[in-house]
């Protein structure tokens, strides 16, 4: 495949609403991507964890907006889609045997762990969840409830560490405010480099399928990374 933005970019059909609806085939070398319209005021291009390339804007955007938008930006998308199907490609895939008892062993391990952290934070929490979660390592709700997803006990233990310290902060801060950081900061004052090290096993929040990892452009060429 030659690469290049010269290369026409095809749309996949959308209704009034956005949602996308059959796609045409497109030609060959041809860009396929979906678009997808809300109320939002600004453009995005976006090739998400399982290699779709993905076109957010507004309502009223030209389609002819929209296709250059895509071929100024066709390296990136076919490296990013490329990037994605290989680490589909390298991602572990267990049997529900293994699945149930990284599970159990998840739960036993950060349950131990909130234990710990909870009480050198001062803090209270409800019940403890264990799930496979698509998008996250882990949530805290607002009645304290805490979910970890069963993979993290497939990443090093400093890490797992950061996700619940993570989560337990937000009993005293349910944002990622400024005063949120200063929190996970007294506990963890090298927070920063276990969350930028957690970035690399993206991919293991959804074990069975493709990586988490999605990208994100604005017109004005700022990329898009998750807070987490």
């Known amino acids: 495949m030659t690469d290049g933005a010269g290369h026409a970019a095809a749309a996949k059909n959308t209704d009034r609403q956005g949602l996308a609806a059959a796609p045409r085939r497109p030609a060959e070398g041809r860009l396929e991507y979906e678009i997808v319209r809300s109320r939002r005021r600004t453009v995005s291009l976006q090739v998400t964890r399982d290699g779709r390339v993905v076109v957010r804007c507004p309502m009223r955007t030209p389609a002819r907006q929209i296709r250059e938008f895509v ?22 895939v267990f049997t529900e045997k293994e699945i149930r008892q990284y599970r159990e062993t998840a739960r036993r391990v950060l349950t131990a762990k909130t234990e710990l952290w909870a009480a050198r934070m001062g803090v209270a929490y409800g019940r403890i969840a264990i799930r496979q ?3 996250r390592w882990g949530s805290c709700s607002a009645k304290g409830n805490l979910n970890y997803n069963w993979v993290l006990i497939l990443v090093p233990e400093e890490l797992q560490d950061y996700v619940v310290v993570h989560e337990l902060a ?5 944002n990622h405010s400024p005063r949120f950081w200063k929190i996970v900061g007294e506990q963890l004052p090298d927070y920063a480099v276990r969350r930028k090290r957690l970035k690399e096993y993206a991919g293991y929040t959804d074990i069975q399928a493709a ?3 999605t990208y994100d452009f604005k017109m004005d060429g700022i990329r898009e990374k998750s807070r987490f």
């Not at 071929?71 to 572990?92: F, I, T």
């Not at 937000?170 to 349910?174: F, I, L, P, Q, V």
């Open 133 to 135: 979660q698509a998008t």
């Open 170 to 174: 937000h009993r005293r801060e349910m």
């Open 211 to 213: 990586p988490e990892e």
């Open 71 to 92: 071929e100024s930006h066709a390296d990136w998308v076919r490296e990013n889609v490329e990037k994605a199907r290989r680490r589909q490609e390298d991602l572990p």
